[in-house]
């Protein structure tokens, strides 16, 4: 009786780190395999979504980096540079940032466009013309259901 409730116990243990042993019910270890396999059914990125959009200090940053390089070209930190350009960015007057942002917004509403087209492009293409005929219909049950309601009142 011993041996099969040894052979038991080792069934529901889990070993942990440090050698540490854990019991374990059928209930948790179906819990454990579904977490696993929501990981593994993750959806993939799609390589052809358009990427976001850099923001204005993002902008300023890709200048920024070519100038450090020069000036510093023996500097290999990422980090350093990352934090001068912070520095740089804070001491900037708004005149200054100016031109950043506005190169930020261009890409924006660039990004916005690709976006559109993207999203048309998933839907299968056919949305410009259901919209147009959406667009049609509602008028007309605007116009049509306001006439119904004066019929009806």
């Given at each position: 009786?011993?041996?099969e409730l040894e052979g038991r116990v080792w069934e529901e243990c889990i070993?942990?780190?440090g050698g540490k042993?854990?019991?374990?019910s059928k209930k948790s270890e179906s819990k454990l395999g579904v977490k696993m396999t929501k990981k593994e059914k993750k959806a993939a990125?799609?390589?052809n979504k358009p990427k976001r959009p850099p923001s204005a200090f993002f902008v300023f940053m890709e200048d920024f980096r070519k100038q450090?390089?020069?000036?510093?070209p023996s500097n290999k930190s990422v980090?350093?540079?990352?934090k001068?350009?912070?520095d740089k960015w804070k001491s900037l007057t708004e005149g200054e940032k100016a031109p950043y942002v506005a190169e930020a917004e261009k890409r924006k509403e660039a990004y916005e466009r690709n976006m559109e087209a993207y999203n048309r492009k998933l839907a299968g293409?056919?949305?410009d013309d259901s919209d147009k005929s959406k667009s049609e219909v509602n008028d007309e049950d605007e116009e049509g259901s306001g006439g119904e309601e004066e019929d009806d009142d």
């Open positions: 009786m011993q041996g070993i942990m780190k042993t854990r019991a374990v990125k799609d390589p450090y390089k020069e000036k510093h980090a350093a540079v990352g001068a350009g912070g293409g056919a949305d």
